[in-house]
């Protein structure tokens, strides 16, 4: 039943993105689309912290968003070398569970809307699921 959910998630995020064809540039890849818009859309969470937080886990959070696009574009321009495109991933695959510790403390410390932040966790759930299934299908993209 689980596999099902996550075969849906994915169908969910692909309804929201823009690819179409074969994959031939970084931009093509529905995972870096994902990452591109979280990052855009905690970036605009951030602005709305309190003035001192927006320095403090705002920014912690922001450079994490931002983080996982930048490491699949960097294991894109590295693919042709498995272990740099596979470590690329995985850092990103960090990032993405970092931004969700990060989402959690603002809703509890009372910084951010909970429910906005749920949400963005939610998609950075799925994100972390898009990544380590590239993790696994990289050979496609040699």
């Given at each position: 039943?689980?596999?099902?959910e996550?075969?849906?998630?994915?169908?969910?995020?692909k309804?929201?993105?823009?690819?179409?064809?074969?994959?031939?540039?970084?931009?093509?890849l529905?995972?870096y689309?994902?990452?591109?818009?979280l990052a855009?859309?905690?970036s605009?969470?951030?602005?709305?912290?309190p003035?001192q937080?927006?320095?403090?886990?705002g920014?912690?959070?922001r450079?994490?968003?931002?983080?996982?696009?930048?490491?699949?574009?960097?294991?894109?321009?590295?693919r042709?070398?498995p272990a740099e495109?596979?470590?690329?991933?995985?850092?990103?695959?960090g990032?993405s569970?970092?931004?969700?510790?990060?989402?959690s403390?603002?809703?509890?410390?009372?910084i951010?809307e909970?429910?906005?932040?749920n949400?963005?966790?939610?998609?950075?759930?799925k994100?972390?699921?898009?990544?380590?299934?590239?993790?696994?299908?990289w050979?496609?993209f040699?």
């Open positions: 039943m689980k596999e099902v996550e075969v849906e998630e994915v169908e969910e995020v309804e929201k993105t823009s690819r179409r064809g074969p994959v031939k540039h970084y931009e093509d529905l995972v689309q994902q990452a591109y818009r855009l859309e905690v605009k969470l951030t602005k709305t912290f003035k937080e927006q320095y403090e886990i920014r912690q959070l450079d994490c968003a931002r983080s996982v696009a930048a490491n699949i574009v960097e294991g894109w321009a590295k042709h070398s495109f596979k470590r690329h991933l995985m850092i990103a695959t990032e569970a970092e931004a969700r510790h990060w989402l403390l603002s809703a509890d410390e009372g951010a909970r429910q906005r932040c949400a963005l966790k939610a998609e950075y759930s994100l972390g699921m898009m990544l380590h299934n590239l993790w696994k299908e050979r496609k040699e």
